[in-house]
């Protein structure tokens, strides 16, 4: 049966269940989902229940928008809505989604504009014809998220357009009589960087992630050119773990090769995605490196990327539906949850993940409907790889602070702009507000700040207790005073020039380079000063040369390489890491619901994968591999 | 540096080698041979040593042909070797391969064409200009080996210029930088039927085998519409172990599918391959089957055919040198192995073996110059798969013969045509030859006297034993006058309806058809015959419904199916196979020299693999693995 006629079908079968009076005008697969469009909203506005039953019955991802031809401009509906809404509501602003239907409502006070029991809101859908969204003015402007959403709705006719097409291979009728389910390892197997796996079917080929390893003297692909890969167009789609340039730093560079088909994330994936990218080319153009893609594949990128919230079942090929769950590793990240032909085989990709609660993140899922194998990230997958829990850990970095703090010093933090930066920004707030520490300022620079306003966007992906203190009790810590951005040259001069009692928390976290090397040439030779580690320090890096001890480091400034006396503290405070140790780990497989067939570690170097494989077969006595890159299981 | 570089260097280095006055006027790559053409082979004659000194230098298979133009004609040529050879050589006829320059002469006394010392074929040589080979007229004339050797001769142009085709591809430069091994199971693991392996690397795609599942419901074919080996016109080459449906059936359907590339095999696997693909189209277009490929391809496949010696070292890619072992398990059966990269990698694929010394045939080889792993068959890898002795299987097939034969009853025997059959006829010629049973005829029906005749083509691919017999002692066993071709129907409709004493062998090996069951029709219900499987018979075949004890069975006949009571004494006689038994599979791994690092189990049930698999492993702690279709092992 053809795409045409399982969507007459499906016309017909909806049009059967409508309620009297209620009609639809057009059905039409976009992306993963089956968009109904209709002729006159304000019906389905009253019939609540006929999207949830409809979706129940037809086991689709369903939207409804409503025609084209009765949205009412722009400006009217700006007019409409401020007539309706209650001023201390707080509107910022109104996104327009055309290809959608959508508009999107950003207001101070979201309670507001949806009303009691969603009653203003529905006031307005009536009004308007568009589908209105609220969502709460991000405290913190991220010009990332501004130009993504800019971009998005500047493309939005050509999107329209691939959704289409892809909406149509996804529904594609199944051509293969085989049923089998592989995977094949292309990189980060038995070492860390470069992740990238196939997962594929006698239908279907989709890539998780598409990593780089940026530590390499080579170029860190993956093993892009084997056969079972190429060509690159034949791939139905990539789903990525999370924002890491590890996981997905070379995702542009399928674009290049010809692929055309949809990427699937998480909405700040796709955010903290582009940011990384553009950095990772921007850094490897200043340092003289090839770029392996101009920016125009990460703006290529983003037109094809399909978001996912954690939990949504969606359809990604006719054998492959995707689910995506919380990983707890940074903002977004997720662990990949496939569901394989109709009960064939299911299969989970954990990415990085932390199995325990941290300040930003709840603990990683490891609760599925149903799941036969996993895949599972090793960093820490040595029988020693322990880390002192994330309590002793703050307690810790704390300490160092007040005493650096008493002798008049200064504390440089490096940090990866991403995860590390905004956990320790909420220890040393809650330090500071609680009084542990003086009222000290804590100066943000590198990417920092920008991350920081892409968490305050999804507010969604943070965990409970946070949200509930920023929403419920009204009280964001990453607003608080003490956060003060270094967003000029003037300032970062002046922090270098005039030291003061604080923190800095900069990039780049493994100090090869960014603004931390400036404050480095500044702070290092006083030896009331600290530096201190909250991250893996890599090594060859000038992080791990620090750690080790060394009194003199050559730094670049200028142009010219000087040798700088270091003579302040150096510290190195574990139990920050947003990867599951050891313990964590075990127990992570230990807890999972319901227990697997089959475990295989990647993500650690050879000794930690191999390690944690044989350890969980011997506790657990199920079957575990630790592939080698360019293998493939067969599943099933 | 391009292929034509590398000859004009060759032709260089070798022309600095050459004795003064000696002169080439070109080189080529032909096949995996590197080709010398000379304008005057008389000085190459003189010279003996050249050859073999150039070959070691130059580390390639060194042909020396001279250039067609110095070639006499045939007619000129007959009538000079006539002059030469004394008339009691017994010249049956002259071969001439104008695109090799060679002449084969067969003789019935080939020594005395070759003479003292060579000097009879020194002076022919000197004479003709051709290269003359001598070899023995086969005693018994085989109409495949004709026509194979006919069909080669009609193309030999463009069988010439395929072979520069492929020696150009061979011999191009490597243009990968990566290095890894990898091995892709595409058929015959935890299964007996369709073997297929691919052998890769970041510059070559080699086929190991690629067989059919004859038994199978469906089509049987391997997973040869998998990316790893999709497009197959990128496949470098075919390697196969023998031929045996279940291991070359479908080489053809690689040429229907657009392979242009060499095959390579023994000859004994070429002629006989040729054979049972023909015959394996023409039971299926009788049974109503789809035919996978029609003959052309078969035609097609010898066209692409190369065949290599035992022990021949032979450049089929860039980064590989295969050399084919004596395997034991048929004639002309092989171990494949592979030499990849420069000292990278060694890996050999065992095909069947037989690990025991057999009438016909050697052990198979398990000393090796270097190994790091090895694919082995596990047909009897099960515990308790121990087969009797050679020597107590004979005793017990001869007292068989001697009871049926005593009371005037006749002995059927399903044998498949090639390996088994003639093992049999070989046991009972000698019990005959000795008087340990009557003098009673043996009648051979179906393709068994055929394939008998390929046998004494190549008596250089039996054992020492039987060629020191057949040429030594001119004694040939298959020449015995005990053995009766049946090889007209009014013969066979004698046999049918005029019962007598003696043993009757034929086709097929597990009575799914074939001539067999019309003898059993007419011998089944009588009491004082006997019926006596020599092989393995598969559930649901004929012969195990009679070896389970069925007292009727329905047996097809002229369109009709009659119910056929079988009175008739049912044996089965165990030892007769050509494959190693649990024992011998132990013991070969044992005594390989050197120890591999890896052993991998195929071709047995799933039982049997994980048990050959394990058991090795616990025995000799060398890593082992029983991997499934569709996986890829990484070797390096």
């Not at 200064?410 to 995860?419: D, E, H, K, N, S």
Request: hydrophobic letters at 35%.
């Amino acid at each position: 049966m053809s795409v045409e006629q399982v969507l007459d079908e499906l016309k017909v079968k909806i049009t059967k269940k409508l309620p009297v009076g209620v009609t639809i005008s057009n059905v039409e697969f976009e992306g993963p989902e089956l968009v109904i469009y209709i002729p006159e909203p304000k019906k389905f506005a009253d019939n609540g229940d006929i999207i949830r039953n409809l979706a129940k019955d037809l086991r689709k991802r369903l939207v409804v928008r409503p025609d084209p031809g009765v949205l009412a401009s722009p400006e009217v509906v700006i007019e409409k809505i401020s007539k309706i809404v209650p001023e201390d509501a707080g509107i910022t602003s109104h996104y327009f989604e055309p290809d959608t239907g959508e508009v999107i409502i950003e207001a101070e006070k979201p309670g507001i504009v949806i009303g009691r029991h969603g009653n203003t809101l529905r006031e307005i859908t009536k009004e308007i014809g568009w589908t209105p969204k609220v969502v709460r003015t991000p405290p913190i402007k991220s010009s990332t998220v501004k130009n993504v959403r800019q971009y998005l709705r500047d493309h939005k006719d050509e999107r329209k357009a691939l959704l289409k097409t892809m909406g149509r291979k996804i529904h594609r009728e199944i051509s293969s009589k085989d049923k089998w389910v592989r995977v094949t390892a292309l990189g980060g197997c038995r070492e860390v960087g470069r992740s990238c796996f196939l997962l594929s079917t006698p239908e279907t080929k989709v890539l998780i992630d598409c990593g780089v390893n940026v530590g390499s003297d080579d170029n860190g692909t993956p093993y892009l050119y084997i056969p079972e890969v190429t060509p690159i167009n034949q791939l139905d789609a990539v789903i990525l773990t999370h924002a890491h340039l590890d996981h997905c730093g070379l995702v542009p560079l399928l674009y290049k090769y010809g692929f055309e088909g949809p990427v699937y994330c998480t909405p700040p994936t796709r955010d903290l995605m582009a940011l990384l990218q553009l950095d990772f080319i921007d850094v490897a153009a200043k340092e003289g490196k090839t770029i392996p893609y101009e920016s125009a594949m990460i703006r290529e990128t983003l037109k094809h990327t399909i978001t996912l919230d954690y939990g949504d079942v969606t359809d990604i090929a006719p054998d492959m539906k995707l689910t995506m769950h919380n990983a707890g590793h940074i903002i977004g990240s997720s662990i990949v949850h496939f569901h394989v032909g109709d009960g064939l085989y299911n299969i989970a990709f954990t990415g990085d993940y932390k199995y325990e609660k941290t300040r930003l993140f709840d603990q990683a899922v490891n609760n599925f409907p149903r799941i036969e194998s996993i895949i599972t990230e090793s960093t820490y997958g040595g029988s020693k790889d322990i880390q002192p829990s994330r309590n002793e850990a703050e307690l810790h970095l704390q300490q160092i602070v007040k005493e650096t703090v008493n002798r008049g010093g200064t504390v440089l933090i490096p940090a990866f702009a991403v995860g590390r930066s905004q956990e320790v920004m909420l220890v040393l707030e809650e330090a500071i507000r609680l009084g542990i520490v003086d009222k000290i300022p804590v100066y943000l620079d590198g990417m920092i700040w920008e991350a920081t306003a892409i968490h305050t966007t999804y507010p969604e992906y943070l965990n409970s207790d946070l949200r509930n203190l920023i929403f419920h009790k009204g009280m964001n810590p990453f607003l608080s005073e003490c956060f003060e951005q270094v967003d000029s040259v003037e300032k970062r001069k002046d922090l270098l020039t005039n030291p003061r009692p604080g923190v800095i928390l900069a990039t780049s976290g493994m100090m090869n380079g960014g603004p931390i090397m400036e404050y480095l040439r500044a702070y290092g030779p006083d030896a009331k000063n600290s530096l201190v580690f909250v991250g893996y320090q890599a090594e060859g890096t000038m992080g791990r040369r620090l750690q080790k001890g060394w009194s003199e480091v050559p730094v670049h400034h200028n142009g010219r390489t000087d040798t700088i006396k270091i003579d302040l503290q150096v510290h190195t405070v574990d139990g920050f890491s947003g990867h599951s140790d050891r313990k964590q780990l075990m127990s992570y497989i230990k807890k999972m619901k319901p227990r697997p067939e089959l475990i295989m570690t990647e993500h650690g170097d050879e000794k930690s994968c191999l390690d944690l494989a044989s350890s969980l077969y011997r506790k657990y006595r199920i079957e575990t591999k630790a592939p080698m890159n360019l293998e493939t299981i067969r599943l099933v």
